[in-house]
């Protein structure tokens, strides 16, 4: 089956996913080619659905293909707007940038990119936990591996799509096994909250109901889930950006040096410069993050191993 999708002036498919995934480290579990990118996604909740989503140029439309008759062209429509974000309004965003005497030169570099969130909620957090105080090349090693290690994938159009493992998946594993595949000491965290899940006594897709102080309360009462893994996955799971994780290294090498002689800036003058932006401010973090794996910036963007930080409990 096949359906497209029209994007926002010069969106940016590959830059876009790219943000996230190394074209050279992959399945995590997406894989990207010259013009696309696939995986397995999740419909209505249960159904894995192994989708292709092609474009042949910034501001062309999306060609979308999929193999499965029980899932209909809207519910595959929307997985796709929902994941790729091309119904967030960033015109604000953009004016800002544009207008703005110190990231005006980054307007072209950054305006093809557009949020990519995770499947799940539930592949967020634990890719935010992986990301724990490591270079995020180094967790996308470790996630590759995860992804390999279960090796849960279908066919299409002679692509071999991957999926995310399910709570179900990672408990059978096992503590041992788990490590073995370079988690260490965030195994008992991971496996913690998905024992939960696995009870029933929690539910991760209930937070896309909650507000931001519900989303903290919840989440930061569980071991080894700080602010910041918190933040982080509000951006790349629930496409939340009122926040934004402060802390990161990599924005603060960022701001550092564009605002700072090359100098990292502290989690505090972060968020005195998003503050400047207004409440544009966290999604233009988000850009310049972006567009900083991307290597996009130039200058701007030398320190490209960026730690993940987080206060762990």
């Known amino acids: 089956m096949e359906t497209s999708l029209s994007v926002p002036k010069y969106y940016s498919l590959l830059d876009s996913i790219h943000a996230w995934i190394y074209p050279d480290v992959q399945p ?16 209505d909740g249960t159904v894995k659905v192994p989708i292709l989503i092609e474009q042949k140029g910034s501001g062309k439309p999306l060609r979308i293909s999929w193999h499965n008759e029980s899932v209909s ?27 703005d005497w110190a990231l005006s030169r980054y307007y072209q570099r950054v305006v093809g990119i557009r949020p ?73 965290y991971i496996l913690g909250v998905t024992k939960m899940i696995v009870k029933g006594e929690f539910n991760l897709e209930d937070l896309r109901e909650l507000d931001v102080d ?13 602010e910041w893994t918190v933040q982080a996955l509000m951006i790349s799971g629930l496409g939340i950006f009122t926040e934004f994780p402060y802390g990161d290294l990599g924005i603060r090498n960022v701001l550092g040096n564009l605002f700072n002689q090359g100098q990292r800036v502290s989690k ?19 850009l310049l993050m972006c567009a900083d794996v991307l290597g996009l910036l130039g200058d701007a963007g030398r320190l490209k191993m960026h730690k993940r930080q987080q206060e762990c409990k």
């Open 28 to 43: 995590v579990p997406e894989i990207t080619w010259t013009n696309g990118f696939g995986r397995l996604f999740t419909i």
């Open 73 to 99: 062209r809207n519910e595959v429509r929307a997985k796709i707007l929902q994941i790729l974000s091309l119904k967030l309004d960033l015109a604000a965003v953009f004016r800002r940038i544009k207008n």
């Open 116 to 188: 990519y969130l995770t499947d799940t909620v539930y592949e967020a957090l634990v890719k935010a936990i992986i990301q724990q105080q490591i270079s995020y090349r180094a967790a996308n090693v470790i996630t590759k591996r995860l992804i390999i290690d279960y090796d849960l994938h279908m066919q299409l159009e002679g692509y071999r799509l991957f999926q995310f493992p399910e709570p179900e998946d990672i408990v059978m594993r096992g503590e041992r096994e788990l490590r073995d595949l370079g988690l260490g000491f965030k195994v008992p």
């Open 214 to 226: 519900e989303i903290h309360a919840t989440l930061q009462r569980i071991h080894g889930i700080g």
């Open 268 to 286: 505090q003058q972060v968020k005195a410069i998003s503050n400047d932006w207004g409440s544009e401010g966290p999604m233009i973090l988000y």
